[in-house]
């Protein structure tokens, strides 16, 4: 097993909010105090003993800048979820027993009446009962857009909130996320078929070799865990509504690092597997070009259950079952019970519970490969 290891997230996606600067310094941090205490409420709802509505960060704004009402429901609502899910992991043996939020604001612009400003979200959740070789804490670093509007006597009032990641898969999320489609493929080389994997727990026993095979899985998650906030130089960035995000490249990166080896050829053969800091292939890029390619190169066999997915596996997701799958994920750690940890990109997220994906997106559709 890996050595848990404390990370602190730092990376920074490029803010769509064009920054003014003759924004005073106090009207910034009034946004930024209101922005941290709607993240850090969605936060302490999945900690134990913690999140009631009575002690809400947000409850104290009044006067200068405060919640509109609609977003006062929006924000109810989503403690409400937010509890539910604590309340379901809970009985999935998963319980939290510290948070910690902190908003940072990356870019303002005033017009008018109107407001936008960018911030960065950085998370991390204390497990209650971590194994003692295991991950103590699970975090991640998000993106938001927040709008305001002035009223009639100069007060501001938080009006929207938009996810600007292309992940989604924040533990603290409530949004229904968009979906990428799948790009197409020649019809005479129709690509496989991944077969879905069950959320049943505990799972049937499918015990993997660790140390024996053909890839080094432990030089896997050390990439991951090096890489998880830290984007290595060495592969571009697929971040951005234009590329679709940096899950699958990420994922890619990894098992590279624990040896698998490059299949050169055209980018849009799903036949082809490659990445370099000039080049790369749909299938290292791409969600449903990987699965493609792991499949019919025999690199992968599906798994039964995602709960058998073990170091250096591959867990797919498609949120809304429409057959294309819209996010790739690796496992780095699998506790004593039988439950797998993810690392991932876009939404940069280290160790979180499959135990939690699965409580967050009951509706989805999940893939497991063993590597």
Known sequence: MVAAVALVPDWSAGAAVTNDP??????????????????TDRTQALVDGAGSAGTRHTSGFRGSVRLSGGQTHEQSTALGRLRARKSLLAKLGEKYSAGSTKVTLDATEVHGRRAKVA?????????????????????????????????????????????????????????TPSVAKAKTTPADDSPPDAPRAATSWPAPASPKNLT???????????YAQKYWSHYNPDYPDYNGEADGGDCTNFVSQSLKAGGWKHVPGYTNDFHKWFGTADIQSDSFVGVNEFSWFALSSKRVTPLADVYQADLGDVIQMDFNRDGSKDHSMIVTYRDRYGVPYVTYHSTNTYNRSVASLVASYPNAYFYAYRT
Not at 125 to 138: F, M
């Open 119 to 175: 911030v960065t979200e950085t998370t991390t959740l204390t497990y209650e009962k971590p194994a003692a070789k295991g991950p103590k804490t699970t975090g991640f670093q998000a993106h938001h857009e927040l709008s305001f509007k002035a009223g009639s006597s100069g007060d501001w009032q938080l009006t929207g909130i938009k996810d600007t990641d292309d992940g989604y898969l924040a533990v603290n999320q409530v949004a």
């Open 212 to 222: 024996g095979g053909a890839y080094d899985y432990k030089a896997m998650v050390a």
């Open 22 to 39: 003759t924004v005073d310094a106090a009207t910034k941090a009034t946004f930024q105090r209101l922005a941290d205490a709607v993240f």
